[in-house]
């Protein structure tokens, strides 16, 4: 990929908002260096910063005041994250010091960076692919520890080098494509359209459709499922929260109606994030607060992708538990009954004859009893659902790569097609080029502005 030297130098608070005990300021453009030589009074007076190596001074504004203790580091292009060259100062973690810092940057000819800015210079000028560049931005997202591996190896470049083992393949069966059309009146065969049609089968179409299976999977893994816990008021939706999250985070009282919104956290399932609601119990009422809590539980209920419908096993099934529970079949669910320490065993078996037909989890919330098994259960049909996560999925491409290779995949059907067909060959190579520039998208070689402008906008500034 060519290089895109940047003529401007760009400056952002790289460390996350707020009071810490350290600040980092990133610099990065053809000016970083004499900025760094303009802020920074070192203690050791010298005239020369060498390359990736921390200095102990002072960071003073325009008028010379002093601004804050600091370590400087100054990284000489091309071997820096941008490739360019690239100052970091580390600040105490104070905001109004950093942002004291960076006025100054900017009153000495820097700007501020845009978001994603840093990482897509990084792109730009060829130190990494746009799928390791999405791959920054999922690792700062990621929920789980699999979610950090699965963009820790995107980041090494696993997702690359598949693709690229299929572009180097269509770029083969292009080539053939070519040489056929450069001599059309050969008496030698070229290629074999059976053969061709073989390889293509598995070395191209085969390793696009696991990609795009693996793509459908990986989308747990950044950005989980939706489980709503429902039920009529007073059965233990709080308690249940609290028991999954192993902290009191909703309030517990005997009296119904104490939800009276919804209550949201997150929890990982093996490495499965999972985004928890508890919701206001739904019944009829007449307090006009409630009744929007209710509405709100509703919507909750038609977006999740899993309800746990919670009945109490002391007060049994009553009528308003039915007309909830038959709102929610349809769904995918769980029928969770609590309170289980409260009754007997012939209790609960004449209890579980309501729910015949479906998967049935006894729990305590509040002795935090079956908690366990019900996290299992969950997990079970989160991949009855959507596929269990293997090591083969730690490769997994995001939303924006499986729309790309649909396309890629189509165009190589259309190749396929086209090829049995007995098409001409010069209308085979447009079809196997549309593939490789769909490919190109996914690894910016093609990428147009807009996309490039829409993946890097979704970064932090600073990154």
């Known amino acids: 990929m060519a290089v895109h030297p940047a003529t401007d130098t760009i400056a952002a608070i790289a460390t996350a908002p707020g009071t810490g005990g350290i600040g980092i300021i990133r610099i990065s453009g053809p000016e970083a260096l004499p900025l760094l030589h303009k802020l920074f009074v070192p203690r050791k007076p010298r005239s020369h910063f060498t390359s990736h ?4 001074g002072t960071v003073a504004n325009r008028d010379g005041q002093i601004l804050d203790e600091a370590l400087a580091v100054y990284m000489q292009a091309p071997h820096t994250y941008t490739r360019e060259d690239v100052v970091e100062l580390h600040c105490h973690g104070s905001a109004l010091v950093l942002q004291a810092i960076l006025r100054t940057i900017f009153e000495w000819g820097g700007r501020p960076a845009e978001q994603g800015e840093f990482t897509k210079r990084a792109f730009l000028a060829g130190r990494i692919d746009l799928t390791r560049a999405e791959a920054v931005l999922d690792l700062l997202q990621a929920q789980t520890e699999v979610g950090v591996r699965l963009a820790a190896n995107q980041l090494q470049g696993q997702l690359f080098e598949r693709l690229e083992t299929i572009r180097r393949q ?13 001599f059309p009146d050969d008496d030698v065969e070229i290629f074999n359209t059976s053969v061709m049609a073989i390889q293509l089968k598995t070395e191209v179409i085969a390793p696009l459709e696991r990609l795009i299976a693996l793509a459908e999977q990986g989308k747990i893994i950044r950005e989980g499922v939706t489980v709503v816990i429902a039920g ?3 059965v233990g939706k709080s308690s249940l929260l609290n028991a999954l999250l192993r902290e009191e985070r909703a309030l517990v009282t005997p009296l119904p109606g104490t939800t009276r919104d919804t209550i949201e956290e997150r929890i990982a399932i093996h490495g499965i994030p999972v985004h928890l609601i508890d919701t206001a119990g739904i019944r009829m009422h007449e307090d006009p607060v409630e009744a929007l809590g209710i509405e709100r539980a509703r919507q909750k209920l038609d977006e999740a992708d899993l309800v746990l419908f919670l009945v109490d ?3 049994g099934m009553e009528d308003r538990d039915r007309e909830l529970y038959h709102s929610i079949q349809e769904k995918n669910h769980l029928v969770v009954v609590n309170k289980q320490d409260l009754v007997t065993d012939g209790q609960l078996d004449a209890l579980a004859k309501e729910f015949s037909r479906t998967e049935i989890v006894k729990i305590s919330a509040k002795e935090e009893q079956g908690i366990e098994e019900l996290q299992e259960a969950i997990y079970r049909v989160i991949v009855a659902e959507k596929g269990e996560i293997s090591e083969e999925m730690i490769c997994a491409p995001n939303t924006r790569h499986r729309a790309v290779l649909a396309q890629t995949l189509e ?3 259309k190749f396929e097609q086209a090829m049995v067909a007995g098409a001409p060959v010069d209308l085979l190579a447009v079809e196997v080029q549309s593939a490789l520039d769909y490919l190109g998208d996914i690894t910016g070689l093609t990428t147009p502005d807009d996309v490039l402008g829409a993946v890097f906008s979704q970064f932090c500034i600073g990154k």
């Open 232 to 234: 009529r008021p007073n």
């Open 313 to 315: 096993a002391f007060a």
């Open 170 to 182: 269509l770029i083969a069966i292009l080539a053939l494509l070519e040489v056929a059309i450069d």
């Open 53 to 56: 190596t921390l200095y102990y």
């Open 411 to 413: 165009a190589c059907r």
